[in-house]
């Protein structure tokens, strides 16, 4: 699946902005996508995660109840909706799909960057405090 990702900007703290993933090019259904970051010098990290079979979404400790992920009825974008931004959660934001189960409960999706097996090019946010 091909994966374009948009909206990242320049935003101060305590600000919303939401990313979006055009996932429309593709030839199958993926088992769940998901939004990673990177920060300068850091590894990539989990942000939250959307399973296609169950629709169960999931989010890291650190953005759960500020960040939404959610999907259009069309099946085209993937969004994710971040509020009450913090300059830590400036970096990379990358969205990510995995084409098949690969552990855990079959419905939850992975927190594992390397069971997800296509990646867009990545938008910059940065969060000014």
């Known amino acids: 699946v091909q994966l374009v990702e948009s909206g990242g900007g320049l935003v101060p703290a305590g600000a919303s902005l939401t990313l979006s993933c055009d996932c429309s090019k593709r030839t199958a259904n993926p088992y769940a996508m998901a939004w990673f970051r990177q920060a300068p010098g850091k590894e990539r990290e989990f942000v939250a995660a959307?399973?296609?079979?169950?629709?169960?979404?999931d989010y890291a400790n650190t953005v759960r109840g500020r960040f939404t992920i959610s999907r259009d009825k069309d099946k085209t974008t993937l969004f994710l909706q971040m509020n009450s931004l913090q300059p830590e959660d400036a970096g990379v934001y990358y969205c990510?799909?995995?084409?098949?189960?690969?552990?855990?409960?079959?419905?939850?999706?992975?927190?594992?960057?390397?069971?997800?097996?296509?990646w867009g090019q990545g938008t910059q946010v940065t969060v000014s405090s």
């Open positions: 959307f399973n296609w079979p169950s629709l169960k979404t």
């Open positions: 990510a799909a995995a084409a098949a189960y690969v552990r855990g409960a079959y419905g939850a999706s992975s927190h594992l960057a390397a069971d997800y097996n296509s």
